[in-house]
């Protein structure tokens, strides 16, 4: 399967998606993208690949999880994950959001929001167009905030490179003052990407109460399914009443390669009390196994 990907007309830009407007305004570089025959038996998510030819001729392979080599082609993300395999995570998660907001009176043009595993930007665009009062993304590779500042250099305030799990000094007071209240963290969770630990982390920047607004794959939510323990940590968060759950929605965050759907959850939770030190402890040691 070849795609080549398409600029939107200005014309539809109010119903249009928010990537397909900023498609417009990113010099892309991608010729085709070709998804292998897989004759109905995809791989497993962190494995799917898929062929890029740029504009210049040059022709490899790429794995879609390795996020680096992605992010370094301008227009190669949204092409292969928005335009071809319909990703719709960062508008879903932020309309429930939006939705719970609504319920509570509250207002998006006062969330502080955190955006981690920020990417090239996709989701903090939507924050952004929602008009938040501010937003900083964190991602721990230096091609994500590059791609960013290339494609969508309005839309931070800041954005720090950094690792979670073992946080500088220097970049954990800097983020504190940011007095966050809103978490936000979008195809990110799973897989290894963001593990347990740096969620937690994340949580802890943010002033109490907070806004969390995530998504994860439905069976990562199952004891023990994914093997990064995420789901434990939830349970364990909630009914240590640190969060709330608010709202919780299955939908399609994606189809694969074949061409079937890959089903998420997107959550929207409160942050009710601070995290005790032996919570934080726990998760540390057990990120650490």
Same mark, same amino acid.
């Given at each position: 399967?070849?795609?080549?990907?398409?600029?939107?007309?200005?014309?539809?830009?109010?119903? #249009?998606?928010?990537?397909?407007?900023?498609?417009?305004?990113?010099?892309?570089?991608?010729?085709? !993208?070709?998804?292998? &025959?897989? $004759?109905?038996?995809?791989?497993?998510?962190?494995?799917?690949?898929?062929?890029? !030819?740029?504009?210049?001729?040059?022709?490899?392979?790429?794995?879609? =999880?390795?996020?680096?080599?992605?992010?370094?082609?301008?227009?190669?993300?949204?092409?292969?994950?928005?335009?071809?395999?319909?990703?719709?995570?960062?508008?879903?998660?932020?309309?429930?959001?939006?939705?719970?907001?609504?319920?509570?009176?509250?207002?998006?043009?006062?969330? *502080?929001?955190?955006?981690?595993?920020?990417?090239?930007?996709?989701?903090?665009?939507?924050?952004?167009? *929602?008009?938040?009062?501010?937003?900083?993304?964190?991602?721990? !590779?230096?091609?994500? *905030?590059?791609?960013?500042?290339?494609?969508?250099?309005?839309?931070? $305030?800041?954005?720090?490179?950094? $690792?979670?799990?073992?946080?500088?000094?220097?970049?954990?007071?800097?983020?504190?003052?940011?007095?966050?209240?809103?978490?936000?963290?979008?195809?990110?969770?799973?897989?290894?990407?963001?593990?347990?630990?740096?969620?937690?982390?994340?949580? &802890?920047?943010?002033?109490?109460?907070?806004?969390?607004?995530?998504?994860?794959?439905? #069976?990562?939510?199952? #004891?023990?399914?994914?093997?990064?323990?995420?789901?434990?940590?939830?349970?364990?968060?909630?009914?240590?009443?640190?969060?709330? !759950?608010?709202?919780?929605? *299955?939908?399609?965050?994606?189809?694969?390669?074949?061409?079937?759907?890959? =089903?998420?959850?997107?959550?929207?939770?409160?942050?009710?009390? $601070?995290?005790?030190?032996?919570?934080?402890?726990?998760?540390?040691?057990?990120?650490?196994?």
């Amino acid at each position: 399967m070849d795609i080549h990907p398409r600029e939107s007309s200005r014309a539809e830009a109010e119903s #249009t998606p928010r990537w397909r407007q900023r498609m417009e305004q990113i010099d892309s570089q991608v010729d085709v !993208i070709r998804l292998p &025959d897989v $004759d109905g038996d995809a791989p497993d998510q962190d494995r799917e690949f898929c062929e890029l !030819i740029t504009l210049d001729g040059e022709k490899k392979t790429v794995r879609f =999880h390795d996020y680096d080599e992605v992010y370094k082609v301008p227009g190669f993300y949204e092409g292969l994950f928005y335009e071809l395999l319909q990703c719709s995570s960062p508008s879903r998660v932020a309309a429930l959001l939006d939705d719970v907001l609504e319920d509570f009176e509250d207002s998006s043009e006062e969330l *502080r929001v955190l955006d981690v595993g920020a990417g090239n930007g996709i989701v903090g665009d939507e924050f952004l167009a *929602r008009g938040v009062e501010r937003i900083v993304g964190v991602d721990i !590779i230096p091609e994500a *905030r590059q791609a960013a500042d290339r494609d969508r250099p309005d839309v931070y $305030d800041d954005y720090v490179v950094t $690792d979670l799990t073992n946080l500088p000094e220097r970049h954990e007071e800097s983020l504190r003052k940011q007095n966050f209240n809103c978490l936000a963290t979008v195809a990110a969770l799973g897989f290894g990407d963001i593990p347990p630990k740096a969620f937690l982390k994340a949580l &802890d920047l943010l002033v109490t109460p907070s806004w969390l607004a995530f998504n994860i794959k439905e #069976t990562f939510l199952e #004891t023990g399914s994914d093997g990064t323990g995420f789901s434990d940590l939830v349970k364990h968060l909630n009914r240590d009443g640190v969060i709330q !759950i608010q709202a919780y929605r *299955r939908y399609c965050h994606r189809v694969n390669v074949a061409g079937e759907p890959l =089903h998420y959850v997107a959550v929207v939770a409160r942050k009710l009390r $601070d995290i005790p030190d032996e919570l934080m402890e726990f998760w540390s040691q057990r990120g650490e196994e």
